[in-house]
T-cell receptor, first 115, second 110 residues
Framework: ETGVTQSPTHLIKTRGQQVTLRCSSQSGHNTVSWYQQALGQGPQFIFQYYREEENGRGNFPPRFSGLQFPNYSSELNVNALELDDSALYLC??????????????FGPGTRLTVL | SQQGEEDPQALSIQEGENATMNCSYKTSINNLQWYRQNSGRGLVHLILIRSNEREKHSGRLRVTLDTSKKSSSLLITASRAADTASYFCATDTGYSTLTFGKGTMLLVSP
């Protein structure tokens, strides 16, 4: 167990709806990264938050947005859901965004299905 | 886009045998990490090797890194049924953003 928790575990939505996924980082970690993992693929980086500000973003459209709170927990929001958004969404926390020292601790993920 | 490419895509071995997985990547890196994932759940960090290191050990795991060939290998010795999982390499090219490969599915039969 890494100490990173995510909710909910599973979620079913319909196309066009909006969804919010939540993540609590490991104690003492101030950096949270979000990844999308489609079936049979490796995780793809969505964005990272450090001290409540976005600190890097992958190749995802603006309808993917996020927040980090003062306690370093985080939310991932996806608007106007599309069928291709069906995936496992993983949150990872780490101590400091420092090159070469970024072991990340992953939560169990949220499985999102878009119908 | 995915920087790392693991090889093979799938590997099936018997308990007690060694398992070797390879990873190739395209750009310069700060470090390379290996993760394990059981049944589509969260990833577990296995080992991190920095760009100035060539080999690292952790228990039954041995990782090598060849930056001139942009490749890495993960060796699991004396495999167990509990090692059955997907294994991913991930490269760090900047500040805490990891780029993962597609993974190798390892099946260890009793």
């Amino acid at each position: 167990e890494t100490g990173v928790t995510q909710s909910p575990t599973h979620l079913i939505k319909t196309r066009g709806q909006q969804v919010t996924l939540r993540c609590s980082s490991q104690s003492g970690h101030n950096t949270v990264s979000w990844y999308q993992q489609a079936l049979g693929q490796g995780p793809q980086f969505i964005f990272q938050y450090y001290r409540e500000e976005e600190n890097g973003r992958g190749n995802f459209p603006p309808r993917f947005s996020g927040l980090q709170f003062p306690n370093y927990s985080s939310e991932l929001n996806v608007n106007a859901l599309e069928l291709d958004d069906s995936a496992l969404y993983l949150c990872a926390s780490s101590l400091v965004p420092r090159p070469g020292h970024n072991e990340q601790f992953f939560g169990p993920g949220t499985r999102l299905t878009v119908l | 886009s995915q920087q790392g490419e693991e090889d093979p895509q799938a590997l099936s071995i018997q308990e007690g045998e060694n398992a070797t997985m390879n990873c190739s990547y395209k750009t310069s890196i700060n470090n390379l990490q290996w993760y394990r994932q059981n049944s589509g759940r969260g990833l577990v960090h296995l080992i991190l090797i920095r760009s100035n290191e060539r080999e690292k050990h952790s228990g039954r795991l041995r990782v090598t890194l060849d930056t001139s060939k942009k490749s890495s290998s993960l060796l699991i010795t004396a495999s167990r049924a509990a090692d059955t999982a997907s294994y991913f390499c991930a490269t760090d090219t900047g500040y805490s953003t990891l780029t993962f490969g597609k993974g190798t599915m390892l099946l260890v039969s009793p």
